[in-house]
């Protein structure tokens, strides 16, 4: 079965001060990642995937993340970050079992921008 | 275009009642899924119904059960409450139940056992 490991429960920066959130999911043959973002009080919101191809993948509200297979890792970056970026972020890779689509999640990463 | 709806938002309840949590997927997706999100940790997974099916079960006790009807829309279903059971409940919706699909969720239902 997958996992994902989100190095940190919570992360500290300063507004317009570049972020990376880290992500470390377990080997497979395949794999599909994606990044979500929750705000306080609300559902879940992807902010990106990686399915195959570029490594380098690109999402919404400036936010990227890059594929390494040799390290298994799925970081997310920012190279600035602002004030509305203030949220719980989710690291997910799929778990395809018995024909249902499982997303597994990490613990979660708290990014708290200070002014 | 409507996005995810589930109904109720907040929901009080006491141990050993019954209660039923409601999606609605967005139009032309086949795919339900529910997770249980307790504060402070990732979604987990609970199920998955394509076609009114059930693909895949997490690992919850029986006490959780679901179905989906012939418009796609999906009941969840927790008897015998326990404290254990306060979280939120999160749907999402996918065109099918491929591995590359995207999952669209909806605000939530907050559901408290006193």
């Known amino acids: 079965a997958q996992s994902v490991t989100q190095l940190d429960s919570q992360v500290p920066v300063f507004e317009e001060a570049p972020v990376e959130l880290r992500c470390n999911y377990s080997s497979s043959v395949s794999v599909y990642l994606f990044w979500y973002v929750q705000y306080p009080n609300q559902g879940l919101q992807l902010l990106l995937k990686y399915l195959s191809g570029s490594t380098l993948v690109k999402g919404i509200n400036g936010f990227e993340a890059e594929f390494n297979k040799s390290q298994t890792s799925f970081h997310l970056r920012k190279p600035s970050v602002h004030i509305s970026d203030t949220a719980e972020y989710f690291c997910?890779?799929?778990?395809?079992?018995?024909?249902?689509?499982?997303?597994?999640f990490g613990q979660g990463t708290r990014l708290t921008i200070n002014p | 275009d409507a996005g995810v709806t589930q109904s109720p938002t907040h929901l009080i309840k006491t141990r050993g009642q019954q209660v039923t949590l409601r999606c609605s997927p967005i139009s032309g997706h086949k795919s339900v899924s529910w997770y249980q999100q307790v504060l402070g940790q990732g979604p987990q997974f609970i199920f998955q119904?394509?076609?009114?099916?059930?693909?895949g079960r997490g690992n919850f006790p029986d006490r959780f059960s679901a179905r989906q009807f012939p418009n796609y829309s999906s009941e969840l279903n927790v008897n015998a409450l326990l404290l254990g059971d306060s979280a939120l409940y999160l749907c999402a919706s996918s065109p099918t139940s491929g591995p590359y699909n995207e999952q669209f969720f909806g605000p939530g239902t907050r559901l408290t056992v006193l």
């Open positions: 997910a890779v799929t778990d395809f079992i018995q024909g249902a689509q499982k997303l597994v």
């Open positions: 119904y394509y076609e009114k099916e059930e693909r």
